[in-house]
């Protein structure tokens, strides 16, 4: 299993940002794929997942945020609007493989900034 997020940069507060997250190693298009993110000091969190064609977000980005995935590409997204500073952190992809293993990518850092 293999996961590569890519995606990341500086960004003004208000912009935009797509992250993806290529993923390989097991059948993408039937396992649940979820991004989280980690602040400095904080504790990794859920941002939003995908699973069984449903999608679920946290709070703080409803209506911001939106999870996405290729099934024939094998890549999840995150388009990331109206991003603010407090959106600043390392974005994880996580992929719930047989609905039983968790396998995490690298990290991509994202800093929202003037």
């Known amino acids: 299993v293999q996961l590569v997020e890519s995606g990341g940069g500086l960004v003004q507060p208000g912009g935009s940002l797509r992250l993806s997250c290529a993923a390989s190693?097991?059948?993408?298009?039937?396992?649940?794929m979820t991004w989280y993110r980690q602040a400095p000091g904080k504790e990794r969190d859920m941002v939003a997942t995908?699973?069984?064609?449903?999608?679920n977000y946290a709070d703080s980005v409803k209506g911001r945020f939106t999870i996405s995935r290729d099934n024939a590409k094998n890549t999840l997204y995150l388009q990331m609007n109206s991003l603010k500073p407090e959106d600043t952190a390392v974005y994880y992809c996580?992929?719930?493989?047989?609905?039983?293993?968790?396998?995490w990518g690298q990290g991509t850092q994202v800093t929202v900034s003037s």
């Open positions: 996580k992929a719930n493989v047989g609905w039983m293993y968790d396998y």
């Open positions: 190693g097991f059948t993408f298009s039937n396992t649940p």
């Open positions: 995908s699973a069984g064609g449903s999608t």
